[in-house]
């Protein structure tokens, strides 16, 4: 059988014609009746039927269906601007505050409670399209020599090699003040655990911790030398001289 294409149909026009469509376009049902019509007339076993006028009229069905479809690759439409994250530091974090964040156009004064962690969402009341709410995802990055994990702290101290060889006391510079700890000589700790120093609870979160590194180094001052530095520092001229 020879292959059927759309160009032994000129024109819409002439397709609708061969349909018996001589009015105003037809479409839905009544398109599809005209050519039920047309095709069974058309068939070479109908009487007066012709095999030419049966290959047009399928041919002109096929054109109209053609100029009906819609695009197979419509263009996508565009996916809603997702809302901006919210990114602190472990010090905000620990205290709260407030932050200025902007979106959808507007800049939003946004209080934030202590205790936020990760993946945690803050909601603007009615900063969405039709009034909605949006919820911005927090994102604790580190900072002030702080990184957060979960509930707990984590930063770096150095120490003198000497006293991680002889142990001793060791003064800690935290963010809740000074704290001390002492080193066994030959069971030096690689990592401190200061309990009740990280993240504060919050809803169903606990009390995080604070975790020290130790880090052994030439250039961090032994316990003499910081106590000197601590002395130099509140002691001025002044007063020695009282």
């Keep these: 059988m020879r292959a059927r294409s759309h160009s032994e149909v000129a024109s819409l026009d002439e397709a609708h014609a061969l349909l018996g469509l001589t009015g105003p376009a037809a479409d839905g049902e009544a398109l599809t009746a005209a050519f039920r019509a047309a095709v069974k007339a058309a068939h070479p076993s109908a009487p ?6 049966f290959r047009r009229v399928i041919a002109a069905w096929r054109l109209i269906q053609s100029r009906h479809r819609p695009l197979a690759l419509a263009a996508p439409a565009s996916p809603p601007s997702s809302p901006p994250v ?5 010090v905000d974090a620990l205290n709260g505050g407030r932050l ?6 507007r800049t939003f004064d946004i209080r934030l409670p202590r ?3 990760s993946g945690e969402h803050l909601r603007l009341r009615g900063a969405g399209g ?3 709410d949006v919820y911005l995802p927090v994102l604790i990055r ?3 020599g702080l990184s957060v994990l ?3 702290l984590y930063m770096d101290w150095p120490v003198p090699n000497r006293l991680m060889e002889d142990g001793g006391r060791l003064e800690i510079d935290t963010h809740a003040g000074r704290r001390s700890a002492w080193i066994v000589a030959g069971h030096a700790p690689l990592r401190l655990r200061l309990a009740g120093l990280g993240l504060p609870a919050r809803g169903a979160r606990p009390q995080g911790h604070l975790f020290i590194n130790l880090r052994p180094s030439d250039d961090a001052p032994s316990a003499a030398e ?4 601590r002395f130099t520092r509140v002691w001025t001229p002044d007063r020695l001289a009282a």
């Design 226 to 229: 910081d106590l000197l530095i």
């Design 100 to 105: 200025a964040v902007r979106t959808a156009g």
């Design 115 to 117: 205790g936020l962690r």
């Design 130 to 132: 039709g009034g909605a």
């Design 150 to 152: 979960g509930d707990d």
């Design 86 to 90: 919210v990114s602190i530091g472990p």
């Design 142 to 144: 580190a900072a002030d």
């Design 48 to 53: 007066g039927g012709d095999a030419d006028r």
